[in-house]
């Protein structure tokens, strides 16, 4: 590892250094967070010279290029340490996972405050949204590398390879070992289907019938929306287009979700396959696979099988030898945004913009990448797609519902003894899944994440699938020894730092939710903030732009209406609280003073 | 009556807005079809003539759901009209007319919305009024006005922004940018230059220049520029043009908000006491 920060004093040098890794990478690949991603790589930071460079480098104006920096969480614009570290903050894979503050203690080992670099540049610390390491406990990212089921002892050693400075190749290489954890097979985990056999049983459907399998299967988006995949690729193949594009939602940005990630670790094939038959059915040339900044460490694998796909004639010009039919795929990584997960979001990023989700209608089918027919859908969303045209649509409506074809890959992390993957058929109850991840004591679960929906142990009867409880995967058990109030309090922080910013009532509104839980939470509650809680949340729920600001209160709205007593046992018994607290604001001067007794105290 | 001729006047080009029906044309939003029928929707981040943006959300509206337009008597729509569980919150400046609409705009309900978001504004902000420049010419001051607000109800958020006051004659004070956009996309849209853009994410969405410093006076931005003017609030101001106009006779002081057409009046500045 080179610190190449150390540079800035020789300002001639810096230029040069800036200037060659810009060119490098362009020439790499030209999208805009890729060259970013590199800059911050190798030089800790994208300061404003390196913004201007690039800007003329990529021929953008410097405002769009600084917007962009300052949008994604892995971009800084001040130097990070040599060893970056980021904890997960997410109640199932979060540095307080397993009841210890392991940030703190980190922190205190290497003599770093959160949210800083230390003074010789060599470590910096900080947390950042769910990485999608749920069912491995607490984690982290080390330069981007995941670092899984964190304890007390592995935070002493990992301070110690920090201060000697040991090249992250020679740390302990089961630290990086994320396993599958798959734990039941359905439909599409049983095997990842050999390269070609779906596209083969597509070509020799031909485009009218394999689309017509997809609509008839029933499938739905398994992304969260639950839209028809068959009606979808219908629009969009329709549309006149000077272009249209494929596009592959592996962002997997909702706390508690992690099948993805297993997904594009050993379903990579049937994956591509799917994003080729969709390809096919809507008329595309260029495909794009989204990957979430966090999953960065999967890139050489996914790229290592579009490689070998190319070369099997599954990719690239005449497909399989059809005349006409040529379709690729690349990769583009994402740097830490969860907005970015909405589809039109989505397609702001891969344009190199903000992750601003767009003014809808017109949707992606119609006005999608580059204002062209997109399709857009989730990684499990193809998969099925691909294992529909090679088995028929009969195999695939007969497992499931009548309204919910097909299964469900569920990623059960939290309180029970089995966390990993469990795939499903649709309208299984949630006790049954329950029962079978060994969650002895469940006093609640979050279903399809913190945008999801909360429910009680009353519930438990309920059925996954699009008219009951729908999910994009997440499932996150509660015991009863959990605080559910820390559970929302969590999950409020968590969409004040992911929201985009774009409209006022989310923008705003999750901030003031996230503060008045925090007042709640403290114990400086009152009645008057409960119903203010209700009446905020009711209002960023309705009438916010995009999903993210329509979810966000959900975990608010749910615990006041299934769990009131969670709130309610903070609350102190008087009308008015001021929202001004005397003594906190006294915090930063006790600070800078160094002290900490009585007399700088205002009770 | 038969579904036929049910469906004939469906297909007219109307939309009814709190009861009152409006004509529209083929691409039109609901704030386009209101505006031009002299029906006020509130808003801050839209200006006619400039692509919607649909950030603000002043223009809150309900829109009945089809269900309900549909297939029930007159009576019943009317009983069901006043229900929220039928009806989808959409963006009247965004969101196209379509024939059929049933819309609600000026209830006290959504107001109270409105006035609740415009609070948000106040708070997110550092909003001085007594002293600002844009007093009594300010749209989101007018908006409170209108809207009936008191105060900033949630506690201030007292943020650090920047003021850049690099250039020469114009100034532009952050502690005041609702974030609308007008002024990116006036450049863009109308001015043929691309001075200001958005940066951040959530609450640390903030204004930036384009130019290499990122300060105003390197950029390309001129007095004559719309771009210098449409801020509806106290963020770009023209120097040296402080309380020309005295307060009691500012464009809010003799007009409402809600009067269709005052963007005119607003931008040229001609601030007279007759108008
Ligand atoms: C805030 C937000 C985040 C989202 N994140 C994801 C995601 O990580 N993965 C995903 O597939 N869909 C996500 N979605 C849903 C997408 O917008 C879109 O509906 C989906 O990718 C369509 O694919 P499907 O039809 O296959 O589900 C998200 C939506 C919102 C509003
Ligand atoms: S709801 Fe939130 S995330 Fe969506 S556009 Fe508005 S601010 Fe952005
Ligand atoms: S400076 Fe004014 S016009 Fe520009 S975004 Fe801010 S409030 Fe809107
Ligand atoms: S005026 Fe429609 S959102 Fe601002």
Excluded at chain 1, 141 to 159: C, E, Q, Y
Excluded at chain 1, 444 to 454: E, K
Excluded at chain 2, 183 to 199: H, L, Q, T
Aim: aromatic share 6%; charged share 20%.
């Amino acid at each position: 590892m080179k610190n190449v920060s150390d540079a800035d004093s020789n300002t001639a040098g810096t230029a040069g250094l800036i200037h060659s890794i810009i060119a490098k990478a362009y020439a790499e690949s030209p999208h805009l967070l890729h060259v970013l991603y590199a800059l911050q790589q190798q030089c800790l930071h994208i300061s404003e010279e390196a913004v201007r460079e690039v800007a003329a480098h990529l021929d953008l104006p410097s405002s769009q290029v600084d917007a962009v920096v300052e949008f994604y969480s892995f971009f800084h614009k001040i130097p990070r340490g040599r060893y970056d570290i980021l904890f997960s903050n997410c109640t199932s894979c979060g540095y307080m996972a397993g009841g210890v503050d392991l940030m703190a203690m980190l922190g205190q080992q290497l003599n770093i405050v959160a949210d800083n670099t230390r003074g010789d540049g060599l470590v910096s610390m900080g947390q950042t949204s769910c990485i999608g390491m749920c069912d491995h406990g607490a984690a982290l990212l080390v330069n981007g590398m995941p670092i899984i089921s964190l304890d007390v002892a592995m935070i002493a050693r990992i301070a110690a390879l920090v201060e000697a400075e040991t090249p992250l190749k020679d740390w302990p290489s089961g630290w990086f070992q994320v396993d599958d954890n798959i734990r039941v097979s359905g439909l599409l985990l049983k095997d990842d289907l050999s390269a070609g056999v779906g596209l083969r049983a597509m070509l020799a459907l031909g485009t009218e019938d394999t689309l017509s399998e997809i609509i008839q299967s029933g499938l739905r988006g398994r992304g969260g929306a639950g839209f028809s995949t068959g009606m979808k690729w219908q629009l969009c193949r329709e549309v006149q287009g000077s272009a249209h594009y494929v596009v592959c939602n592996a962002d997997e940005g909702e706390p508690g979700t992690f099948k993805d990630r297993v997904l594009l670790h050993s379903y990579a094939d049937s994956l591509f396959e799917g994003m080729t038959v969709c390809a096919f059915a809507v008329g595309a040339k260029q495909g794009y696979l989204y990957l979430r900044g966090e999953y960065r460490y999967l890139l050489p694998h996914l790229q290592s099988v579009l490689v070998r796909r190319r070369e099997l004639g599954l990719l690239g010009v005449d497909i399989l030898g059809q005349p006409g039919f040529s379709f690729d795929i690349d990769i583009v990584v994402g740097a830490g945004a969860y907005i970015c997960g909405e589809e039109s979001a989505l397609i702001e990023s891969l344009e190199g913009k903000r992750g601003i989700p767009r003014v809808r209608p017109p949707f992606p089918v119609t006005h999608g990448y580059l204002g062209q027919p997109t399709v857009v859908n989730n990684v499990e969303t193809f998969i099925a797609a691909a294992h529909i045209v090679l088995r028929g649509s009969v195999w695939f409506r007969a497992v499931g519902t009548e309204k919910s074809a097909g299964s469900k890959i569920l990623s059960i992390s939290g309180d029970c003894a089995a966390p990993g993957i469990y795939e499903y058929p649709f309208g299984v109850t949630i006790r049954q899944v329950l029962d079978d991840c060994g969650a002895k004591d469940a006093q609640a679960v979050q279903v399809g994440g913190p945008s999801g929906m909360l429910i009680g142990s009353a519930e438990f009867d309920r059925r996954l699938g699009f008219d009951d409880l729908s999910t994009g995967g997440s499932l996150m058990v509660f015991s009863q020894a959990r605080d559910l109030l820390v559970v929302i309090v969590n999950f409020a922080h968590f969409f004040a730092h992911e929201s985009c910013g774009f409209c006022t009532p989310c923008r705003v509104g999750t901030t003031l939710l996230k503060n008045g839980l925090d007042k709640i939470a403290s114990g400086h509650g009152t009645r008057y903030d409960l119903d203010e809680m209700q009446r905020l949340a009711t209002l960023v729920k309705c009438r916010s732009h995009c999903g993210l600001g329509q979810t966000a209160a959900n975990p608010i709205l749910d615990g006041l209406q299934r769990f009131p007593q969670v709130f309610e046992q903070r609350l102190v018994h008087r009308d008015f609280e001021p929202h001004f607290d005397l003594d906190a604001a006294l915090g930063e001067a006790r600070q800078i003073s160094h002290r900490d007794d009585a007399a700088a105290h205002i009770e | 009556m038969s579904a036929d001729t049910k469906q004939n006047l469906i297909t007219q080009n109307t939309i009814t807005i709190d009861g009152q029906e409006i004509p529209f044309q083929a691409g039109q939003t609901i704030m386009d079809a209101a505006l031009a029928a002299g029906v006020y929707i509130p808003h801050l981040c839209h200006r006619q003539g400039l692509t919607p943006h649909g950030s603000c959300k002043l223009c809150v509206v309900d829109i009945a759901s089809r269900s309900a337009s549909s297939h029930n008597s007159n009576r019943r729509l009317q009983a069901k009209f006043a229900v929220d569980a039928d009806s989808r919150s959409a963006s009247a400046c965004t969101m196209p007319a379509v024939a059929g609409q049933q819309i609600s705009n000026n209830t006290p309900a959504l107001n109270e919305v409105r006035k609740t978001i415009t609070q948000m504004l106040f708070i997110e902000g550092n909003h001085i009024c007594p002293s600002c420049e844009k007093c009594g010419d300010c749209t989101l001051q007018a908006m409170a006005y209108h809207l009936g607000m008191l105060d900033g109800h949630f506690p201030q958020f007292f943020q650090h922004r920047e003021v850049d006051a690099s250039h020469p004659t114009i100034m532009l004070d952050r502690d005041r940018c609702i974030l609308c956009e007008l002024c990116v996309r006036a450049s863009r849209e109308v001015d043929g230059k691309n001075v200001f853009a958005i940066a951040g994410r959530g609450i640390n969405a903030h204004l930036v220049v384009n130019s290499a410093s990122g300060k105003l006076v390197d950029s390309d931005l001129e007095t004559s520029d719309m771009a210098a003017h449409i801020c509806p609030v106290g963020a770009i101001l023209i120097k040296e043009h402080g309380y020309e106009v005295p307060i009691g006779q500012r464009t809010f002081d003799l007009h409402q908000v809600s009067e269709i057409g005052l963007e005119k009046i607003i931008l040229t500045k001609a601030r007279q006491p007759d108008e």
